[in-house]
């Protein structure tokens, strides 16, 4: 597929996915821009085994990562106080700043699948059924995994003194 196609397909759900990373959605139009120009110089190193979308999600989310760095300021997680439930009770967690840092903290190290499920699910919002999609598995799959990852942050959480 050629670059233009999949940036006409594919960067509105990429700025979506920055966009619930950050609370600036100029900085989230920046950082996806940026995603597509690294996207552009490592295109051949893509191996076409996952989605597209996932790949792409990944090189969104290490840029906002780098960004933040570059900023040398942490991301604004308090934004987080009003999202829709997605089936977790993480919003009440996401208040607190020191929380949402150790729960970030804790995914930024989490194993895959289960911290690309949990991120495109929670931050992302996606539904089961597109992250199936990403990883070519069934929604089954993506809910076994998501309820994993979300146990695996609870126990951490429960581990570091919080409920």
Known sequence: ???EKIYQLYFREVFLYVRSLTPDEVTAEEIAQETFVKALKSLNQFDGRKDIRAWLFTIA???YFSYCRRKKHDADWTEYENIVDVGVHFAENLVNEEKAFLIHKFL???EEPYKEVFNL?????????????LFQ?????VRVTFYRAKKKIEEYMEEQGYE
Not at 122 to 132: N, P, R, W
Not at 137 to 141: C, H, I, N, R, V
């Open 137 to 141: 598995k069934s929604s089954g799959w």
């Open 1 to 3: 597929m050629e670059f």
């Open 108 to 110: 930024h190290n989490m």
């Open 121 to 133: 699910r929670v931050f992302g919002e996606l539904s089961y059924e597109k992250i199936g999609t």
């Open 61 to 63: 989310k290490n840029t």
